[in-house]
T-cell receptor
């Protein structure tokens, strides 16, 4: 079945540094990918929709300059958390859908970011 | 806009007993409905989905859900749970034809008691 790979699975970084998270569709092409954030014991909140070859669409309240999204190919989207702070610590999950009608969303296994 | 309410944050149930996880939704337009499962430190896995047709939907791992339009509900059921069903379960909704933009409920943690 379709697989979405997310890397790294966990990362610890110092406050003020930037962290890049990769989301890859391994055996299908995905024009559209999605980035979510999940706080402990809470639901997923959609952060942005990543579109191959164009700018990402951010949800209300999500800082574009803070969370940089690049969808450079049909199989890769990256999320860069710039100048990370402890409040950015969270579980980040990506999803992707195949480029066909009624294709389901496939989720990556998530990245746990801890900013110290 | 759509919204989802999962009434129970946690549900304890004994192994081999039946379980129902409740989900209600709100929407001004027709919807698609989903149930996802999340195991610790992992992404989400689709259990089942309702797009159209039969209101009783069967999914993986022995789960099923019933779409009730009049009650705006989409409760998840399993007749006999196992320890391996311990996980977080998310109900989700999207506007019909927009199954890319999915709104998730807050989740229900299913505790299986031995």
């Amino acid at each position: 079945g379709a697989v979405v790979s997310q890397h790294p699975s966990w990362v610890i970084c110092k406050s003020g540094t930037s962290v890049k998270i990769e989301c890859r569709s391994l055996d299908f092409q995905a024009t559209t990918m999605f980035w979510y954030r999940q706080f402990p014991k809470q639901s997923l909140m959609l952060m942005a929709t990543s579109n191959e070859g164009s700018k990402a669409t951010y949800e209300q309240g999500v800082e574009k300059d803070k969370f940089l999204i690049n969808h450079a190919s049909l199989t890769l989207s990256t999320l860069t958390v710039t100048s990370a702070h402890p409040e950015d610590s969270s579980f980040y999950i990506c999803s992707a859908r195949e480029d066909r009608v009624r294709s389901p969303l496939h989720f990556g296994n998530g990245t746990r970011l801890t900013v110290t | 806009a759509q919204s989802v309410t999962q009434l129970d944050s946690q549900v304890p149930v004994f192994e081999e007993a039946p379980v129902e996880l409740r989900c209600n939704y709100s929407s001004s337009v027709s919807v698609y409905l989903f149930w996802y499962v999340q195991y610790p430190n992992q992404g989400l896995q689709l259990l089942l989905k309702y797009l159209s047709g039969s209101t009783l939907v069967k999914g993986i791992n022995g789960f099923e859900a019933e779409f009730n339009k009049s009650q705006t509900s989409f409760h998840l059921r399993k007749p006999s749970v196992h320890i391996s069903d311990t996980a977080e379960y998310f109900c989700a909704v999207s506007a019909r034809g927009r199954d890319d933009k999915i709104i998730f409920g807050k989740g229900t943690r299913l505790h299986i008691l031995p």
